[in-house]
């Protein structure tokens, strides 16, 4: 099994150009991965490298919702 780069926030920033408020937006739009929580009952939160480089490229696209 392959081992996912986990990055935070500030790289995710630096990654997009964007500002903390604009990742949040296009989060709740659906057109931003969510990223992944470190602890349920804490608010530090990751992303996968892999889908942040996904999203640059153009091929990242919002998991299906199961009715």
């Given at each position: ?18 500002s ?41 696209k ?6």
């Open positions: 099994m392959a081992v996912r780069k986990v990055i935070r926030i500030s790289k995710v920033l630096d990654a997009t150009g964007w903390r408020s604009t990742l949040y937006a296009k989060i709740a739009d659906g057109k931003f991965p969510r990223g992944t929580k470190l602890d349920p009952t804490g608010q530090s939160r990751v992303w996968f490298e892999d889908e942040v480089e996904q999203f640059q490229r153009g091929e990242w919002p998991a299906e919702v199961a009715a």
